[in-house]
C-alpha cells in the first residue's frame, strides 16, 4: 500500500501543486497566481495529500508494522485488508 501511495502521488500530480503553489511568493507581487487560483491549488494539493498519499501510506506501514512488533504470524484477517486495498485503488482512481 505504500507503495501504491508513492505511485498515485506522482500520478495525482500532488508534487506539481506544490511547486506551483511555492512559484508564488518566490515572484515579485504574487504576478504568477491570483489569490482565487493559489486558493483552488492549496485545496487540491492538501485533500490530494491527505486522501491519497499520506494516510495510505501510514496504513500501509501499520498494516506491515503491527504484525511484526506483536509477533504474530501474519495478519489476523489478510482477505479483510486486501479488500480495503482494492477499495482504496478503486477510489483512487474515480476520483
Do not use: C, E, K
Amino acid at each position: 500500500m505504500t507503495g501504491t501511495s508513492l505511485v498515485l502521488m506522482s500520478l495525482a500530480g500532488v508534487g506539481v501543486l506544490a511547486l506551483l503553489m511555492r512559484s508564488r511568493p518566490a515572484l515579485p507581487d504574487g504576478t504568477f497566481l491570483d489569490a482565487h487560483t493559489y486558493n483552488q491549488l492549496f485545496t487540491m494539493h492538501g485533500s490530494g495529500t491527505i486522501y491519497t498519499v499520506t494516510t495510505p501510506f501510514a496504513l500501509g506501514l501499520g498494516v506491515y508494522l503491527v504484525p511484526l512488533q506483536i509477533g504474530a504470524p501474519g495478519l489476523a484477517m489478510p482477505r479483510t485488508t486486501l479488500l480495503g486495498y482494492w477499495l482504496y485503488v478503486g477510489g483512487a482512481g474515480t476520483g
